[in-house]
């Protein structure tokens, strides 16, 4: 198809004495936020021989794979030329409307029209950075926090703030001072099985956080993946029933059903500030694939999503009630650990003098991959804290990395 | 699923004599560039009783939608747990490695790992603009230029420079003199077909062109979706080839494949530069969807993909000849148009004095939607110019839409 007349391979624009240097702006000079930590725990996630429970990945088991052949079979057999084509930036509105309506059925009343679908919720947090970051504004994040919200916000060079988190939610001393003094932007929280913790806040928590937050301008952004993989107790009081249009919601169904899809959403109910949302989502890919969207909607009118959750939700509760007992038989006595009532993962924390850095270097050496605490910290470093993802490994593969890093734990302990 | 002591519908936050105001970036400040054209055209063209020469959307005639139902049956049947779950943030290899292997086979050397997928070119756009774009940088524009790359461009508030575009390509004195002056971060073109003239830069040109930039800081970016709907002439070198690392080549499946997908890609040859670039869109959305990636891949495996594209430039060319054909039927004397070798619309000028925003208007009245030049311009308003898409009307609506352009042009000149 090339003109041949020309040479092909002339890169003499780079062979010169002065070669191409491209122009970066600014945020892609800034060194990459514990950029190589993600690299680690992607790569450690695919290599056979290592048992990780470092990666987020949901356990393979969970995905309807039949259920999906036969819905793509439906959509593209009855209205193939409508999933190929250009779509609506706002995203599919059955879509929507399921979602919506799914909503309501928990009692947050939301309307398709305040829905606007998202490649995932990374893109949701993509579009808030650019709503609302500016170099140096002011934003809240939970210490730790989630390690790609933190990496998403740094590419705006905001001035990052942290309140501490406990077992029942955010220190709420220290987050009205924060709000107070600082007037962040944004509060966001993963309120339900926080990644990395495991944590949820209580619904005291709930109502003191929303209680600070009214009267001010500061958004709170309730990032809720893990939010249906509850196990055992009560979901509290959603932020978006408390704060109504001070709040934004996240959603996704990369937890649920599948995150190969890349389809999340987010609820805003604020007009003025979903259209701009809506028009800046259209410039970063113009909508999200109509074609998973409408045979994810198939999929969901055809099937009762709640009972296919609760398939997950028993596989995930026996395996982190496999992991925890593992850790009371493997692990030596001074370490506390999470006991999540839902979502992937929990969260160790080494006695005093300790590093989380020292024990994963050693546990990958014996085949065994975590995620120290320090890339979930916007600060802090060295820290006494890992990860344990418990979704996707086998029980075998749970008890014999159990046991490795228990005996780690002890040789660290003993020198 | 949630706590019912909790009032649902407490928005007191809302309520109170402060209301809530979100605290924007001054990006989200800044009006929106011409948004409401953008809207107006996906609106227009979802009207059934209106003739829409103004949207940019392929004929669904050119899906290859029992093909996918194969693809997607076989993938999900053979390898569905892969394709459901999360994937590489550089896309699917074995679909890098057809795309660089399709590039070796038009003269342009590509290797998988210089591919980075994206959802659609507009996000390698989105990457683009974050990459290169602080406040205020020079960068170079074709006038006019594709309106989804002047929006986004706009939203890092750049210094936009414009080239006037001819028969041949960008003016090469004033290119030379703005590389010379701005010595801008980089210069966008949409060298074959481009959106919205229909216009192809000549051999010569971009040999001049890339003459012009070798030993320059300027990256040229090479937007290419349409270069594969060629259906008479000669393709011209690449500006790949001309450049090598001083080039992005973004390349697209929405023109060819299906632009439901949301499937695109971008060729970087400088590796650092992509690596930051890789690091950027994993933070956008994690990856591009592995389930349309694999399905993609399924079909181009068992299928040829230039034999599907005969199929379109048939049908493209067949389009664009009967409205040219239809045109030199019904528009009065005075009217110049482009006759484009390729791709999905041309650009129509009015003799001076005339403004295509009143043909609209009036067009629009009468049941005929077109696009106004003015959006596709940096600064200049009230042009003589339109655009009119072929690819997606019947030969009967391409002739009773033009006879009725035809009509509204005599009025407007006779007043």
Redesign the interface.
């Known amino acids: ?6 040479k ?7 062979d ?1 004495s ?1 070669p ?9 000079k800034r060194p ?1 936020f514990q ?1 190589d930590f ?1 690299g680690m725990i ?1 790569s450690a996630a695919e290599k056979d021989d290592v048992i990780s429970f470092a ?1 987020g ?2 356990n ?1 088991v969970s ?1 309807p ?2 259920e ?2 036969e819905a ?2 439906r959509v ?2 009855e209205n ?9 930036a706002m995203g599919y509105e059955p879509l929507r409307e399921y979602l919506a309506e799914r909503y309501r059925k ?4 939301v309307s398709s029209k305040e829905i606007l679908i ?3 919720s ?2 949701a947090l ?1 579009l808030i950075g ?5 170099d140096g ?1 002011p934003i809240l994040l939970e210490d730790p926090s989630y390690l ?1 919200a933190l ?2 916000f740094h ?2 060079a905001p001035s990052i703030h942290t309140v501490p988190l406990s077992e029942d939610g955010a220190d709420r001393t220290e987050f009205a001072r924060i709000i107070k003094e600082e ?1 962040p ?1 944004f509060f966001y929280t993963v309120p339900n099985f926080q990644n990395p913790t495991g944590l949820t806040y209580s ?1 005291q928590a709930r ?1 003191e956080i ?1 209680s600070i ?3 001010t ?3 709170l952004i309730e990032d809720n993946p893990y939010g249906d993989l ?1 196990f055992s107790g ?5 932020f978006a ?6 709040c934004i919601l996240l959603g996704s169904f ?1 937890k649920t ?6 389809i999340g959403w987010l609820v805003c109910r ?1 007009k003025a ?1 979903l259209k ?1 949302l809506l ?2 989502k ?11 969207q409408m045979i994810l909607h198939e999929y969901l009118s055809s099937h009762d999503l709640d009972t296919h959750i609760t398939k997950i939700t028993a596989l995930y509760k026996q395996k982190a009630q496999w992991m925890i007992s593992c850790m009371e038989r493997f692990f030596p006595d001074g370490i506390h650990f999470t006991r999540p009532e839902g979502g992937m993962s929990l969260w160790v924390t080494l006695p005093d003098g300790m590093t989380a850095v020292d024990l994963a270097d050693a546990a990958l050496e014996k085949g065994v991959a975590i995620v120290a605490g320090d890339p979930f910290y916007e600060k802090r470093r060295k820290v006494s804290s890992f990860r344990l993802n418990y979704s996707n490994s086998s029980d075998a593969e749970i008890e014999q990395g159990i046991r490795i890093l228990g005996d780690c734990i002890r040789k660290i302990m003993a020198h």
Chains 1, 2 share one sequence.
Do not use: W
Request: hydrophobic share 35%.
């Open positions: 198809m090339t003109d041949m007349n020309v092909q391979n002339d890169f003499s624009g780079t010169t002065s191409f240097s491209p122009q970066l702006s600014a945020r892609m990459d950029g993600t992607l990666g990945l949901p393979p995905f794979i039949q999906f052949r793509a079979d593209l057999s193939g030329a409508k999933a190929l084509q250009y779509g609506d928990q009692g947050i009343p998202t490649s995932g990374q893109q993509q650019a709503a609302f970051l500016d504004s790609a990496q998403l590419y705006y007037n932007r619904k109502m929303a937050l009214r009267g301008n500061t958004l509850r009560n979901a509290p009081i959603s029933s408390l704060l109504g249009t001070q990369s059903v599948s995150p190969g899809m890349r604020e500030l701009r028009s800046y259209q410039s970063c890919d113009i909508h999200s694939s109509l074609f998973c």
